[in-house]
């Protein structure tokens, strides 16, 4: 995929900025695993601009993954956004994303996140302040809109463009959905045809079948993978995969599937436990760290036997040592999963 935001990149699939599941150490397992782009979870602009604590450790990103990771910003103030785009801090990233569509009661209610949408004219603003802050390219993350049944996405994705936005990536459920129901991708289908610029589809996009789905029915130019991808980095290697099969005239389900259980039946959870602890460790501190780790490892474990076992000893871990105990008890062969 060429020219996205300045960018050669190796595929159009995108690890999704996700708030407490894409540290540094998942970033790193997904690019690994052939993910083409990653986000940073979503840092506060005004956060930024006052010290908040834990903003370096959102920033954070391993050697070498810098130049694939954008950084994700939220706020509804133009000064602040201008002000955390020209941090020094944030000069590793090759583009800027704002996320204009954040469901969450705290974030809404602040104006934020998916509140940003009511007002095109403060999409526009945000963008511009966020390019001239930083002169980086800048992106936008929406959503259908608020409320179900009144699409807001194409007018923002057109606020955004003129205001300058390289690419629009697009979650087609409504704020009051939050993460319920089905993403109705038809409404990416439109924001693509209102928009000039790159369309990125987000939501729902799990396993070959949906990929296929979603890329028909979306029109999209690359594809943003979230909570598929939590305790399956290895998605990203299987979608590439099957969008290679496809672009050579593949149209059989059964070996899209294939390709899919090969990647799943390859992955390894007790490595990937390791690689990811051992980025949380140089940044937070031991229980920090450790509590990151819990859910990443239920994931993992996720429809094995062994989920349940997992789920009761993870909960009391107190040190990474712990974390580590575990996935070697169920990953490492000890007692199996």
Known sequence: MTGYCRLELSSPFFLAPLA???DAGFRALA???G???VFTEMVSAKGMMYGSPGTDALLYTEDGTAPLTAVQLFGSDPEAMFKAASDPRLAPFPFIDINMGCPV???FSSGDGSAVM???SLVEELVRAAKEGSGKPVTVKIRAGIIPGTPLAAGCARAAERAGASAVTVHPRY????YGGEADHSLTAAVKDAVGIPVTASGDITDADSYLAVREQSRADAFMIGRGALGRPWIFAALKETESLRAAGERDARVFREVFAKHSNGFDALDAVKRHLSVLEKILPPRAAANSMKL???RYAAGLPCA???RTEVVSALAPGDILAVAEKYFGGSEGC
Not at 175 to 178: A, D, F, G
């Open 35 to 37: 993910a083409a782009l």
């Open 31 to 33: 690019l690994a695993s």
């Open 105 to 107: 009661k705290k974030v």
């Open 308 to 310: 349940k076992k997992v």
């Open 20 to 22: 407490g599941f894409t």
């Open 175 to 178: 704020r009051e959905q939050m």
């Open 118 to 120: 009511r007002s095109p």
């Open 296 to 298: 990443h490892v239920c």
